[in-house]
């Protein structure tokens, strides 16, 4: 075990032993001060890791301190809104995911069950909504909440925000079906009118100039984004550990902020030396690169620990992208902040017809020259496993095989490994004997 998993399995445990808010603030300010989080960060084998895990602590640590308001945000949000109005945000899913690697999934989960949150519940909502229970989230002054493609978020929030007595600052806002000049008009007076009543609510004006600024940081950070989705096109040698699907925190929760740019900069200067190194490797190291098979990752995968990765490392399978990085928005206009927000939620292709999904994944299969698609079928999720056969079918008119991967991303007891072993082996065997 190497000094960072150390650091990391000693939290874990401590956190376990002392499973409160107060003792996380308290692990959250240490972990956060300058010197321990500059030496932490030194620990990080990859630079990816580094800024990821700095930018993480950094804006939980926020969120935990009690300095500054603190909004819950559904995942799908563009949380540009949260930092243009100066609330932290703290993203529920995202959460429940780190629950599930800090090995608290079994408690959270069946603290839901106690309070009878039905068991067909997607577990991220219920593991949150456990740790809402047992008292483990920062207390939000607001909960905004989008209903694009999760069902369940709506109704959690509704109940997170019952528990905290703040039903009158919870917003839940309608994402229409479909994408038009008429619909972006829609959903940026929603956007414009919860904000100027979350700002009445803080005794302030809507600052304009702070929407700008954000919107700005936004592009930034989404051109830095592309580029890393650019430098992956081409990319087979990765640091170690790298996983992509570690970035949904600051793919969703800091667009918009400094970190968010700081964090997608440093992961294409990374990568971008890996590609050098990748040309400039041996042959022997090209010719291994050369025989991998692509593979693009669809929704999300198990924060306990696993061998899917490994797995597919072994067998010189490599996930090149997954889904949860495309870039599906336009450059935003920090002029028209809220015309520019709605856009960007309207362009996510979860929303409205199936077929915008499945677009979106055939033209991630050409970019990235995909051998396989593993759609994670996670546990509750009706949207991305309603749209399963319809995307499998639309994959094989490319000649690309699609595994449907049942499981959970945070309860292991609902995830077979041995079955998943099995089947990931029959689908490699497929790809195998098309080559
Ligand atoms: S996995 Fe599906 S149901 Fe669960 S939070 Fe994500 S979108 Fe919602």
Same mark, same amino acid.
């Given at each position: 075990?190497?000094?960072?998993?150390?650091?990391?399995?000693?939290?874990?445990?401590?956190? #376990?032993?002392?499973?409160?808010?107060?003792?996380?603030?308290?692990?959250?300010?240490?972990?956060?001060?300058?010197?321990?989080?500059?030496?932490?960060?030194?620990?990080?084998?990859?630079?990816?890791?580094?800024?990821?895990?700095?930018?993480?602590?950094?804006?939980?640590?926020?969120?935990?301190?009690?300095?500054?308001?603190?909004?819950?945000?559904?995942?799908?949000?563009?949380?540009?809104?949260?930092?243009?109005?100066?609330?932290?945000?703290?993203?529920?899913?995202?959460?429940?995911?780190?629950?599930?690697?800090?090995?608290?999934?079994?408690?959270?989960?069946?603290?839901?069950?106690?309070?009878?949150?039905?068991?067909?519940?997607?577990?991220?909502?219920?593991?949150?909504?456990?740790?809402?229970?047992?008292?483990?989230?920062?207390?939000?002054?607001?909960?905004?909440?989008?209903?694009?493609?999760?069902?369940?978020? #709506?109704?959690?929030?509704?109940?997170?925000?019952?528990?905290?007595?703040?039903?009158?600052?919870?917003?839940?806002?309608?994402?229409?079906?479909?994408?038009?000049?008429?619909?972006?008009?829609?959903?940026?007076?929603?956007?414009?009118?919860?904000?100027?009543?979350?700002?009445?609510?803080?005794?302030?004006?809507?600052?304009?100039?702070?929407?700008?600024?954000?919107?700005?940081?936004?592009?930034?950070?989404?051109?830095?984004?592309?580029?890393?989705?650019?430098?992956?096109?081409?990319?087979?040698?990765?640091?170690?550990?790298?996983?992509?699907?570690?970035?949904?925190?600051?793919?969703?929760?800091?667009?918009?902020?400094?970190?968010?740019?700081?964090?997608?900069?440093?992961?294409?200067? /990374?990568? /971008?030396?890996?590609?050098?190194? #990748?040309?400039?490797?041996?042959?022997?190291?090209?010719?291994?690169?050369?025989?991998?098979?692509?593979?693009?990752?669809?929704?999300?995968?198990?924060?306990?620990?696993?061998?899917?990765?490994?797995?597919?490392?072994?067998?010189?399978?490599?996930?090149?992208?997954?889904?949860?990085?495309?870039?599906?928005?336009? #450059?935003?206009?920090?002029?028209?902040?809220?015309?520019?927000?709605?856009?960007?939620?309207?362009?996510?292709?979860?929303?409205?017809?199936?077929?915008?999904?499945?677009?979106?994944?055939?033209?991630?299969?050409?970019?990235?020259?995909?051998?396989?698609?593993?759609?994670?079928?996670?546990?509750?999720?009706?949207?991305?496993?309603?749209?399963?056969?319809?995307?499998?079918?639309?994959?094989?008119?490319?000649?690309?095989?699609?595994?449907?991967?049942?499981?959970?991303?945070?309860?292991?007891?609902?995830?077979?490994?041995?079955?998943?072993?099995?089947?990931?082996?029959?689908?490699? /065997?497929?790809?195998?004997?098309?080559?």
């Amino acid at each position: 075990m190497g000094i960072t998993d150390k650091i990391k399995e000693n939290i874990k445990v401590k956190i #376990q032993r002392n499973l409160d808010r107060n003792y996380i603030t308290r692990v959250l300010n240490i972990l956060g001060s300058k010197p321990v989080l500059s030496t932490y960060g030194s620990t990080f084998s990859s630079q990816s890791d580094k800024f990821l895990n700095i930018g993480s602590i950094r804006i939980l640590k926020k969120a935990y301190s009690g300095k500054y308001p603190v909004g819950f945000g559904s995942l799908f949000l563009a949380h540009e809104l949260f930092h243009s109005l100066g609330i932290v945000p703290f993203l529920p899913e995202v959460m429940a995911g780190f629950t599930a690697g800090l090995g608290l999934a079994d408690k959270t989960l069946k603290e839901a069950s106690s309070r009878w949150y039905t068991p067909d519940l997607c577990t991220f909502h219920r593991s949150a909504s456990g740790a809402v229970e047992l008292d483990l989230f920062p207390k939000p002054d607001f909960i905004i909440c989008a209903n694009l493609a999760c069902d369940a978020a #709506q109704k959690t929030f509704y109940i997170d925000a019952v528990r905290y007595g703040i039903t009158g600052n919870y917003y839940l806002i309608d994402i229409p079906f479909e994408k038009s000049e008429r619909t972006v008009d829609y959903l940026a007076e929603q956007l414009e009118d919860v904000s100027k009543d979350v700002c009445k609510k803080q005794g302030k004006n809507l600052d304009m100039d702070r929407f700008s600024e954000t919107i700005s940081l936004s592009n930034k950070f989404r051109s830095w984004a592309i580029r890393v989705n650019e430098v992956r096109k081409k990319l087979l040698l990765y640091p170690k550990n790298f996983n992509g699907l570690n970035f949904i925190l600051p793919f969703h929760g800091l667009a918009g902020t400094k970190e968010g740019v700081q964090i997608y900069k440093n992961i294409y200067l /990374e990568l /971008e030396n890996f590609l050098s190194r #990748q040309e400039n490797s041996a042959d022997k190291t090209c010719e291994r690169l050369a025989k991998t098979k692509k593979i693009l990752w669809l929704h999300l995968r198990p924060y306990y620990k696993n061998n899917i990765f490994s797995m597919l490392e072994e067998n010189n399978y490599r996930v090149v992208f997954e889904e949860i990085n495309y870039v599906y928005w336009p #450059q935003l206009d920090p002029e028209k902040p809220f015309e520019s927000l709605a856009l960007k939620m309207l362009s996510n292709p979860l929303n409205g017809s199936i077929q915008n999904r499945v677009n979106a994944i055939v033209e991630m299969s050409r970019q990235y020259s995909i051998d396989g698609v593993i759609l994670f079928a996670h546990w509750g999720c009706r949207h991305s496993n309603g749209g399963a056969r319809i995307i499998k079918d639309s994959l094989k008119r490319m000649d690309i095989p699609l595994l449907v991967l049942d499981g959970d991303c945070l309860n292991r007891n609902n995830s077979s490994e041995g079955q998943i072993s099995t089947r990931l082996q029959g689908f490699m /065997e497929i790809i195998d004997s098309k080559c």
